[in-house]
């Protein structure tokens, strides 16, 4: 049989008889993956803020966690915003859809707010003045590595004119960007240039750039072979020069919470068919949407029965045990419905723990069928 290691049984035993599936939350990790990410930025800049993404898992033991770091909170919803007031003040207002309600209560509080387009700047000049409150409106730049095709604020046409704009409303504080999620290396450079190639064209110092995420989750940063730090040198690099000397704004989301959660899910049928055995999980892509783009990691948390004695036989056991591979798959009536791939061995009632679904996995988790598994907070 599969032996736990010392950290498996500690885990095992600390679970709570409660009914599976449901997420596994630990705060200790997010306020150390926090505190790494200030202390790394701060061997490269000495002049930064970091703002944490919310809707990256928006669990109120989360930004009470991130909070008390010291960190900031990027929002882009109301929903979002009134539970980020109930924090901080120290918000960040994106989104390409502001509504008027969204846009009073941030003015009201006086959150800095990206802007998206003209319509919305118009918007914010109207309600300014009719709450007689000071915009801190920044302009918000998608270019990234589709170089401006999207959605997402400004096309390289209008940038220029929306700055006008927003210098005439004597409201401009920054420019933010944001380059996409696990990032490689080479795309989040190409897009930092890209954004800094049109910045450049401005002969005005900025108070402050927002150069948004991008960052990888630390199990995807393993597979990319970077560390964090890579990143920061990048972002040094092009800073200097570009001669660019305003305080730069870090928006990161999945470092710091993607590997706080994991998934614990029971095994309530194995069957073969076609030849493959398939472990048939109370939890499957309901619980880790595959638009999350998780980077999952698959364990058994038990073992069900007790070693033998004869340590000759149970060591070739062993080993032709461990050769045997599991298709692990969840409750749906879907044929995607598959979570990954085991290679050990699994019995009815054993419990798998998916880790590393700290980051999208709650806020995209699907309801049907079934509810979204609950969540403990270690």
């Not at 879907?334 to 979570?339: A, E, G, Q, T």
Request: glycine share 6%; charged share 25%; proline share 2%.
């Amino acid at each position: 049989m599969l032996t736990l290691s010392k950290k498996q049984t500690k885990q095992k035993q600390k679970l709570p008889a409660v009914q599976t599936p449901f997420y596994l939350l630990n705060c200790s990790i997010i306020k150390q993956n926090a505190k790494a990410f200030v202390k790394t930025a701060s061997k490269y800049f000495t002049n930064f803020d970091v703002f944490y993404s919310v809707k990256t898992n928006d669990i109120t033991a989360v930004l009470d966690s991130v909070v008390k770091c010291g960190l900031g909170l990027e929002v882009a919803s109301l929903r979002e915003l009134k539970k980020a007031l109930k924090f901080t003040k120290k918000i960040i207002f994106n989104g390409p859809c502001k509504k008027r309600v969204e846009l009073k209560l941030a003015l009201k509080h006086g959150v800095l707010i990206n802007v998206d387009n003209f319509t919305e700047l118009e918007l914010i000049k109207r309600l300014s003045k009719q709450l007689s409150s000071h915009a801190e409106a920044g302009i918000s730049v998608r270019l990234g590595i589709r170089y401006g095709v999207g959605k997402h604020g400004f096309d390289k046409t209008s940038f220029f004119d929306a700055v006008d704009k927003a210098l005439q409303l004597g409201w401009l504080e920054a420019l933010s960007f944001h380059p996409g999620t696990q990032l490689n290396m080479n795309k989040y450079r190409a897009a930092l240039t890209a954004f800094f190639d049109v910045v450049s064209d401005l002969s005005i110092n900025f108070k402050l750039i927002d150069v948004g995420g991008g960052f990888a989750d630390k199990a995807r940063m393993k597979t990319l072979n970077i560390k964090l730090d890579d990143y920061f040198i990048a972002l040094c690099d092009l800073l200097k020069h570009y001669h660019i000397n305003a305080k730069i704004i870090f928006e990161p989301g999945r470092y710091l919470v993607a590997d706080a959660m994991q998934l614990i899910t029971k095994v309530y049928y194995i069957k073969q068919n076609s030849g493959k055995l398939y472990a048939v999980c109370d939890a499957g892509i309901n619980a880790v949407p595959k638009l999350s783009l998780a980077q999952i990691e698959i364990e058994k948390l038990n073992k069900q029965h007790k070693e033998k004695s004869n340590k000759k036989t149970n060591k070739k056991q062993n080993t032709k045990q461990r050769q045997v591979r599991y298709i692990i798959t969840g409750p749906l009536l879907f044929s995607n419905d598959v979570l990954g791939i085991y290679n050990g061995n699994i019995e009815i009632n054993d419990l798998l723990a998916i880790k590393n679904v700290g980051a999208y996995c709650y806020a995209l988790a699907w309801q049907l069928s079934y509810k979204k598994p609950h969540i403990i907070v270690e």
